[in-house]
C-alpha cells in the first residue's frame, strides 16, 4: 500500500516511538506529589520546554489535539467580533461564534485588501485566525503581515499552524500571534496530543475545566508517552529538508500536464498537491487509485465521508463541479521516489481511462 | 533505586501489560487516520475503533451507539454538564450535583453559575452518601440534569446509583454520572441503573492516559451542545481525530475488566481489610473516612489523629499513597471530600488515601502497614498534640494562636 | 513536593526532639500554630542564670519543612543568649533550609515560636 495521505496522519516517527513506548510503562499521575508523579512530571515539563524553545514560544498548553487547541483558541471570542479565512479547517470555522468570513483569491491566498477593509468594518476588535498552511492545497498564508496588521487595530490573532511544522519555518515569536496551534499527529507524533502555544500570560476561557493542570486552562491527567512523543516527532521534523519533497512535487506536476494543480502560482510547502482530474469525480479517482493499493484523498479527512465539494476549493473560486474533481497527495518522511512514479503513473492510467470512455 | 510500593490506584492506574500489548502494533506499525474514507488505512483503524467501542459499552451495558469517545473523564464531565446545561437552557437551567464531586465537576458548575444558571451542591451524610430525600426535595420543574459521581476518588464511597436513577426518571430530570473510579470495579449498568450520561476515564481501570469515553443515552435521546466542534466525529458530538492505540487500550482495559471484575474484587478486598486490620490493630486513634460497606473494594482512607499527612508521607517514602492535608493539595486548602463528611480540618490533616490495585501483593500491604505505622508512632513521639492528649488536656479547649 | 537535603536530614534525624518540665521556672513554652491549619509547633527553652538558652526541645505538628524548621531552630539556639536567640529571622531559616516560597509559613512559625517561648519565659521571670 502507498501511503500519500500524511495531512490526514503521518505515521509515527521511530525516534518518537521509542520516546513513547520507554515512558508508557511508568505508572504514576503526574499531578502526584510522589516520586513517581514527580518523575512523570518533569518528563512532561521537559517535553513542553523542548517544544517551546524550537519554536520560540512562550507559554504552552498540552491538550488532546489541533482540535481542540483551535476550540479553546476560539473560545477566547465569546461575544467579540471573530474574523477567519473562508479556508480555515473545520475546527476553526465550527468553533468560531458568528464568524465573519476574509475571502480568498483564486490561488488559495487570503485576500489582504479585502482583509483589511474587513478589520476596519468593525467597531470594536475582536479575535482573527488565520491558518499558517492551508491543510488541502499547501498555500502558506501571509500570517505574520496579517497579525501585524490585525494587532495594530487591536485584534486577537490566532494561527491554526497544524500543518506547517517542519514544513516552513516555524516562530511564534516571528509571527507576531498571539495563540499558535500545534498537533502531534501531523508532524510524527502520536494521536492523542497537541498544544495551543500562547503569549505568557495571555487570558484564555477554559473549555474543560478541573484539577487545574495547564496553568488552570485545561484541566485533565496529562499523559507523559503521549506528550514525549509529540516532542521527539517535533524535534525530528524541524530536521526535515524540503528539497527531496520539492523534486518529488515538481515532478509530479510536470509529468501530469493534464492535470489542474490548485494554487500552484503562491507560495506552498512542498509535500501537499491539490489536484483536479477534469471531468473525473474525486470518488472515482480514490476508488480507482484504492484499488491500485495507492491512499490518498479528496478534501480533508474528516469532511471526506460526505464527499461535498472542499470549502477550501470553492472559497478559492471553483465550481461545485471542479471542486468535485480535486483530490490531494501529501507526502512525508517515509515516502519513496518509487512511490511518486507509481502514483503518476496510475493518475495517468485513470486519466486515460477515462478519455477513452468519453471517446466511446 | 527501588520502585516505591505503590498504593495510589485512585490516582491513576499502571497499563496492564495485556492492554499495551494490544496498542503496540497501533504505536509500531498500523497508521491511518481512522476518519479518512478513502483507504484501507482508514478502514482498518475505524474498524478496531469500533471493536473498542463495543468492549467500551459492554462494560456498562450500553448500546455502543451511544457510547463517544473522549480525551478523558475530565473531558468527558465538562461535556455532559455544559453540553446538556447549555442544551436546554430555553426551558430550564438548575442543576444539581453534590458537594464531594471531583474538581471538574464542580468547576463546569461553577462555570455555569457564572453564566446564569442555578446550581444546587448536595451535602453528604457522614458516612460520604447523599440523602435521597434531599435530592428528590431539590428537584424542580427547571432541573435538567442531576450529575452525581458513582464512586468518590478519595474515600471511595459508592453512591446508590439505581435509586438515584429511578427518582431521576419519575421527575424527568436527566442523570449524570462521573463513573470513572467506579467502572471496571463495580457492575455499572445504564439501563437497571436509568443513567443518562455516563463518564468512563482509561487510566482509572488499567487503560491508558488520554482516552475516555462519554455514555449518551440514545433512547430516549439526550441531546448537547458539543465543547468541541469541527469535522463532526462521534456524531458531532466530539470533533477531533480519534488515536486507534487509545482506543484499542481503552477497550481491552474494559474487556479485561469485564473478565476479571468479580474475581478482582474478591482479592482487593480481602487486601484491604487486612491492611485496616493490621493498621487498627495496632495504632490507636485511626479513623476510616468513609462508609466502609458501601466502598469499592481497594480503597482505604484514614486519619491519624494528630500525626500530619504530608509530614507522614515524607516518612512512608518508599509507598506512593495521597494525602488529605494541605501541603500537598494544589490549593493548600485541605481536602474539601473530607470537609463535606463532617471531618474536621484539624483531622482533614491527617488523613491518608490507600489505593490498592490489580497488582499489589499481600507482601507490599504488610511492607505498608508497618512502614506506616512505624512512622506514625515517631511522628506522634514528635507532636505536641499527641503529648497534650496522653496529658489529658482537651485540644479544643486551647486557644490556638493562629496565624 | 522536592524537598532540600536540609530539610529531609532534619525531618529524618530531628534534633532535640523532647519535653522540658513547663512548670520550671527557667523554663519558657512556646505553642504556636493550630491543627486546624496543619502546623503546631511547640518549642521549650531552658534559660540559665546568665541568660542563656542551655536546653531547647521541640514538638511539632506539621509537614516535614514545619519539622524541620522547629528542629533547626532548636539547634541554633542552643548556647545563644535569648536577645541573641530572639534575633533569628524566619528568612534564614527559610534559605539554610530552601524552602520553596509555599513553605515560607513554616518558618514563619519557627520564628514565632521561639518569640512566643522566650515571651513565656519572660513572663515566668516577672512572676517570679
Known amino acids: 500500500?502507498?501511503?500519500?495521505?500524511?495531512?490526514?496522519?503521518?505515521?509515527?516517527?521511530?525516534?518518537?516511538?521509542?520516546?513513547?513506548?520507554a515512558v508508557l510503562g511508568m505508572t504514576g499521575n503526574p499531578s502526584s506529589p510522589h516520586r513517581m508523579g514527580r518523575d512523570l512530571r518533569s518528563l512532561i515539563d521537559r517535553a513542553r520546554k523542548e517544544i517551546l524553545e524550537s519554536i520560540e514560544g512562550e507559554r504552552l498548553i498540552f491538550t488532546s489535539g489541533g482540535t481542540e487547541a483551535n476550540a479553546l483558541a476560539l473560545s477566547n471570542a465569546k461575544g467579540l467580533p471573530v474574523l477567519v479565512s473562508s479556508i480555515e479547517h473545520e475546527s476553526v470555522l465550527k468553533a468560531s461564534h458568528n464568524p465573519t468570513l476574509i475571502p480568498v483569491t483564486q490561488e488559495g491566498k487570503v485576500d489582504m485588501e479585502q482583509l483589511d477593509v474587513l478589520l476596519s468594518s468593525f467597531s470594536q476588535p475582536g479575535l482573527l485566525s488565520l491558518m499558517l498552511v492551508n491543510n488541502e492545497t499547501g498555500v502558506i498564508q501571509p500570517v505574520r503581515e496579517?497579525?501585524?496588521?490585525?494587532?495594530?487595530?487591536?485584534?486577537?490573532?490566532?494561527?491554526?499552524?497544524?500543518?506547517?511544522?517542519?514544513?516552513?519555518?516555524?516562530?511564534?515569536?516571528?509571527l507576531g500571534v498571539d495563540l499558535l496551534t500545534l498537533s502531534s499527529h501531523k508532524c510524527g507524533g502520536p494521536i492523542g496530543v497537541g498544544a495551543l502555544v500562547t503569549k505568557k500570560d495571555f487570558p484564555l476561557n477554559p473549555l474543560i475545566r478541573g484539577g487545574g493542570q495547564e496553568y488552570g486552562m485545561r484541566a485533565g491527567t496529562l499523559s507523559a508517552p503521549l506528550i514525549v512523543g509529540f516532542a521527539a516527532a517535533v524535534k525530528e521534523a524541524l530536521k526535515d529538508s524540503s528539497v527531496q519533497l520539492q523534486r518529488w512535487q515538481q515532478k509530479i506536476e510536470t509529468s501530469l500536464s493534464a492535470a489542474v494543480v490548485y494554487g500552484k502560482k503562491v507560495f506552498r510547502v512542498s509535500h501537499v498537491i491539490c489536484l483536479g482530474m477534469p471531468g473525473v469525480s474525486a470518488e472515482i479517482q480514490l476508488m480507482a487509485f484504492d484499488l491500485k493499493g495507492i491512499a490518498i484523498s479528496a478534501g480533508a479527512a474528516c469532511s471526506s465521508g460526505t464527499m461535498k465539494a472542499s470549502h477550501v476549493l470553492t472559497a478559492m473560486g471553483l465550481s461545485e463541479k471542479e471542486a468535485r474533481c480535486a483530490i490531494r497527495v501529501s507526502m512525508g518522511w517515509k515516502t519513496h521516489e518509487e512511490e511518486i512514479d507509481r502514483f503518476i503513473q496510475e493518475w495517468q492510467y485513470i486519466y486515460a481511462q477515462y478519455q477513452l470512455k468519453e471517446a466511446s | 533505586m527501588e520502585r516505591p510500593i505503590y498504593l495510589d490506584y485512585q490516582a491513576t492506574t499502571p497499563c496492564d501489560p495485556r492492554v499495551v500489548e494490544v496498542m503496540l502494533p497501533y504505536f509500531t506499525q498500523e497508521?491511518?487516520?481512522?476518519?479518512?474514507?478513502?483507504?484501507?488505512?482508514?478502514?482498518?483503524?475505524?474498524?478496531?475503533?469500533?471493536?473498542?467501542?463495543?468492549?467500551?459499552?459492554?462494560?456498562?451495558?450500553?448500546?455502543?451507539?451511544?457510547?463517544?469517545?473522549?480525551?478523558?473523564?475530565?473531558?468527558?464531565?465538562?461535556?455532559?454538564?455544559?453540553?446538556?446545561a447549555y442544551f436546554y437552557k430555553e426551558k430550564k437551567d438548575h442543576i444539581i450535583t453534590c458537594v464531594t464531586e471531583h474538581k471538574c465537576v464542580l468547576n463546569s458548575c461553577r462555570q455555569l453559575e457564572q453564566e446564569g444558571f442555578k446550581v444546587t451542591y448536595l451535602p453528604v451524610q457522614p458516612n460520604g452518601i447523599i440523602d435521597l430525600q434531599h435530592l428528590k426535595e431539590a428537584i424542580t420543574e427547571k432541573t435538567t440534569l442531576v450529575s452525581i459521581m458513582a464512586v468518590n476518588n478519595e474515600i471511595g464511597v459508592i453512591q446508590p446509583l439505581a435509586e438515584i436513577g429511578k427518582i431521576c426518571r419519575e421527575k424527568g430530570v436527566l442523570f449524570h454520572t462521573d463513573a470513572a473510579q467506579a467502572v471496571g470495579?463495580?457492575?455499572?449498568?445504564?439501563?437497571?441503573?436509568?443513567?443518562?450520561?455516563?463518564?468512563?476515564?482509561?487510566?482509572?481501570?488499567?487503560?491508558?492516559?488520554?482516552?475516555?469515553?462519554?455514555?449518551?443515552?440514545?433512547?430516549?435521546?439526550?441531546?448537547?451542545?458539543?465543547?468541541?466542534?469541527?469535522?463532526?466525529?462521534?456524531?458531532?458530538?466530539?470533533?477531533?481525530?480519534?488515536?486507534?492505540?487509545?482506543?484499542?487500550?481503552?477497550?481491552?482495559?474494559?474487556?479485561?475488566?469485564?473478565?476479571?471484575?468479580?474475581?478482582?474484587?474478591?482479592?482487593?478486598?480481602?487486601?484491604?481489610?487486612?491492611?485496616?486490620?493490621?493498621?487498627?490493630?495496632?495504632?490507636?486513634?485511626?479513623?476510616?473516612?468513609?462508609?466502609?460497606?458501601?466502598?469499592?473494594?481497594?480503597?482505604?482512607?484514614?486519619?491519624?489523629?494528630?500525626?500530619?499527612?504530608?509530614?507522614?508521607?515524607?516518612?512512608?517514602?518508599?509507598?506512593?499513597?495521597?494525602?488529605?492535608?494541605?501541603?500537598?493539595?494544589?490549593?493548600?486548602?485541605?481536602?474539601?471530600?473530607?470537609?463535606?463528611?463532617?471531618?474536621?480540618?484539624?483531622?482533614?490533616?491527617?488523613?491518608?488515601?490507600?489505593?490498592?490495585?490489580?497488582?499489589?501483593?499481600?507482601?507490599?500491604?504488610?511492607?505498608?502497614?508497618?512502614?506506616i505505622i512505624k512512622e506514625v508512632n515517631r511522628l506522634r513521639d514528635m507532636s505536641p498534640l499527641w503529648e497534650m492528649t496522653r496529658e489529658g488536656i482537651n485540644l479544643k479547649s486551647i486557644k490556638w494562636a493562629a496565624h | 513536593m522536592a524537598y532540600s537535603i536540609e530539610v529531609i536530614d532534619h525531618y529524618e534525624n530531628p534534633r532535640n526532639v523532647g519535653t522540658l518540665d513547663s512548670k520550671d521556672h527557667t523554663v519558657g513554652t512556646g505553642l504556636v500554630g493550630a491543627p486546624a491549619c496543619g502546623d503546631v509547633m511547640k518549642l521549650q527553652i531552658k534559660v540559665n542564670p546568665e541568660g542563656v538558652i542551655e536546653e531547647a526541645k521541640f514538638k511539632t505538628f506539621g509537614c516535614g519543612s514545619a519539622i524541620a524548621s522547629s528542629s533547626l531552630v532548636t539547634e541554633w539556639i542552643k548556647g545563644k543568649t535569648i536577645e541573641e536567640a530572639s534575633t533569628i529571622k524566619n528568612t534564614t531559616i527559610a534559605q539554610h533550609l530552601a524552602l520553596p516560597p509555599v513553605k515560607i509559613h513554616c518558618s514563619m512559625l519557627a520564628e514565632d515560636a521561639i518569640r512566643a517561648a522566650i515571651q513565656d519565659y519572660k513572663e515566668k521571670q516577672k512572676a517570679a
Open chain 2, 185 to 371: 470495579k463495580i457492575p455499572m449498568d445504564v439501563e437497571a441503573m436509568n443513567i443518562d450520561l455516563l463518564s468512563i476515564s482509561g487510566h482509572k481501570l488499567y487503560g491508558p492516559k488520554g482516552i475516555g469515553a462519554l455514555y449518551v443515552r440514545r433512547k430516549p435521546r439526550v441531546r448537547l451542545v458539543p465543547l468541541i466542534s469541527g469535522g463532526g466525529q462521534e456524531r458531532g458530538m466530539r470533533s477531533g481525530t480519534l488515536s486507534p492505540s487509545l482506543c484499542v487500550g481503552l477497550g481491552e482495559a474494559c474487556a479485561i475488566a469485564h473478565e476479571e471484575m468479580v474475581t478482582e474484587s474478591t482479592r482487593l478486598k480481602v487486601l484491604r481489610d487486612h491492611l485496616y486490620q493490621v493498621i487498627k490493630t495496632e495504632l490507636e486513634e485511626v479513623y476510616l473516612n468513609g462508609d466502609l460497606e458501601q466502598r469499592i473494594p481497594g480503597n482505604l482512607n484514614l486519619s491519624f489523629a494528630y500525626v500530619e499527612g504530608e509530614g507522614l508521607m515524607m516518612g512512608i517514602k518508599d509507598l506512593a499513597v495521597s494525602s488529605g492535608s494541605a501541603c500537598t493539595s494544589a490549593s493548600l486548602e485541605p481536602s474539601y471530600v473530607l470537609r463535606a463528611l463532617g471531618v474536621e480540618e484539624e483531622m482533614a490533616h491527617t488523613s491518608l488515601r490507600l489505593g490498592l490495585g490489580r497488582f499489589t501483593t499481600i507482601e507490599e500491604v504488610d511492607i505498608a502497614a508497618q512502614k
Open chain 2, 31 to 84: 497508521f491511518g487516520n481512522p476518519h479518512s474514507r478513502s483507504h484501507v488505512y482508514g478502514w482498518r483503524a475505524e474498524e478496531v475503533i469500533e471493536n473498542a467501542r463495543e468492549k467500551t459499552a459492554k462494560l456498562i451495558n450500553a448500546d455502543p451507539k451511544a457510547l463517544i469517545f473522549t480525551s478523558g473523564a475530565t473531558e468527558s464531565n465538562n461535556l455532559a454538564i455544559k453540553g446538556v
Open chain 1, 1 to 21: 500500500m502507498i501511503y500519500l495521505d500524511y495531512n490526514a496522519s503521518t505515521p509515527l516517527r521511530p525516534q518518537a516511538q521509542d520516546a513513547l513506548l
Open chain 1, 146 to 174: 496579517v497579525a501585524c496588521l490585525a494587532k495594530a487595530k487591536g485584534w486577537m490573532v490566532h494561527t491554526d499552524a497544524s500543518q506547517a511544522l517542519g514544513h516552513v519555518p516555524l516562530s511564534f515569536k516571528e
